[in-house]
């Protein structure tokens, strides 16, 4: 059935401005990564969060701290270590003696940007202390709920090489990730335009705003209003279906999984200019919403990846026709 053009919302054109000035100030810093890239702020533009596993050195901070730079955001940084504690992330209240009162003294979730940095070195305690920012953004200090930030927008990264001293992220933090992204190595005609970039200084140092927070939250706004078919939403819930029936999975993907995936596919049109979600665009952001979300049994474990099941699946479920769609350029 064709949808009635008057219930597809316009694309405005300051919108499509807005955020390709935002890709092409943070390519100036992450070079040759555009698809993690465009997913990364897919992801702001969702409202959702990052996870990055990848080894050290290939721009994961740098990423972070391009995208803050470029909307004029506040920035953190959490470096996680053994011996951090919940406060050290929350913040805590001291007591003035001279006022005679306990004084909130903010941590550094209390940002528009937090990198949380070697997520997986801190304990399980710490770590927790992240859900009630992540997913109610707010936190909770001393009975006290007090409201984040927004735009709040975190990206954490582990090493998954490193295993000695690492504490995996339990299901209930993972599912808080929208995405999980790689950035893998460059290529070496793109190393060598890193290596040429840097002989005088790094490109961060030049980044400037060229969107501001409040144009970030008329984004995510904008990225609610893009047009999503029942035809589309039904396929999507048939994704999320189809893992939970898989014999090799022993934690398929939750309904806050097929919600992540509709939010980002919105968001990606968005970024692609697009006023309406394709098949295409489910595709192609369903492995980085769904497959971090996948626990596999542990014999599937040794012979199969995750990502290798989102790809059967993918070509499994009937993709639904919607006549006249347009897929992002």
């Known amino acids: 059935m064709t949808l009635p053009e008057r219930t597809l919302p316009r694309m405005p054109t300051s919108d499509a401005v807005s955020l390709q000035k935002l890709l092409t100030n943070i390519r100036r810093v992450i070079v040759g990564k555009d698809s993690v890239i465009e997913l990364a702020v897919a992801a702001l533009l969702a409202r959702g969060h990052v996870l990055i596993e990848d080894r050290p050195g290939l721009g994961k901070t740098m990423l972070a701290r391009a995208i803050a730079q470029s909307i004029g955001?506040?920035?953190?940084?959490?470096?996680?270590?053994?011996?951090?504690?919940?406060?050290?992330?929350?913040?805590?209240?001291?007591?003035?003696?001279?006022?005679?009162?306990?004084?909130?003294?903010?941590?550094?979730?209390?940002?528009?940007v937090l990198l949380v940095d070697e997520i997986n070195r801190t304990t399980p305690r710490t770590q927790s202390a992240l859900l009630?920012?992540?997913?109610?953004?707010?936190?909770?200090?001393?009975?006290?709920?007090?409201?984040?930030?927004?735009?709040?927008?975190?990206?954490?990264?582990q090493n998954p090489v490193e295993l000695t001293g690492t504490f995996p992220l339990p299901e209930a933090q993972i599912d808080r990730f929208l995405v999980q992204l790689e950035l893998g190595y460059p290529k070496v005609d793109e190393e060598v335009r890193i290596l040429a970039g840097q002989i005088d200084e790094h490109p961060i140092e030049e980044i400037e705003p060229v969107i501001s927070a409040e144009e970030v939250l008329s984004l995510q706004a904008a990225a609610r209003r893009i047009h999503i078919a029942p035809e589309l939403l039904r396929y999507i819930a048939e994704i999320s279906a189809a893992t939970r029936r898989r014999p090799d999975v022993q934690l398929g993907v939750s309904p806050r999984g097929s919600l992540a995936m509709m939010r980002a596919a919105?968001?990606?049109?968005?970024?692609?200019?697009?006023?309406?979600?394709?098949?295409?665009?489910?595709?192609?952001?369903?492995?980085?919403?769904?497959?971090?979300?996948l626990v596999l049994h542990a014999q599937r474990r040794?012979?199969?990846?995750?990502?290798?099941?989102?790809?059967?699946?993918?070509?499994?479920?009937?993709?639904?026709t919607l006549p006249g769609a347009v897929a992002p350029r």
């Open 132 to 157: 009630e920012a992540m997913e109610e953004r707010q936190v909770t200090v001393d009975g006290d709920a007090r409201p984040l930030p927004d735009p709040f927008f975190v990206i954490a990264t």
């Open 266 to 293: 919105q968001a990606y049109a968005l970024l692609h200019s697009v006023d309406h979600v394709t098949p295409d665009i489910v595709k192609k952001i369903a492995p980085a919403v769904i497959s971090h979300r």
């Open 302 to 320: 040794v012979g199969g990846t995750s990502d290798t099941i989102v790809s059967e699946v993918l070509a499994d479920v009937p993709v639904p």
């Open 73 to 112: 955001a506040t920035f953190h940084r959490v470096q996680c270590t053994p011996d951090l504690l919940p406060s050290d992330v929350t913040g805590v209240s001291i007591y003035r003696p001279g006022r005679e009162e306990f004084e909130f003294v903010p941590g550094p979730v209390f940002t528009q």
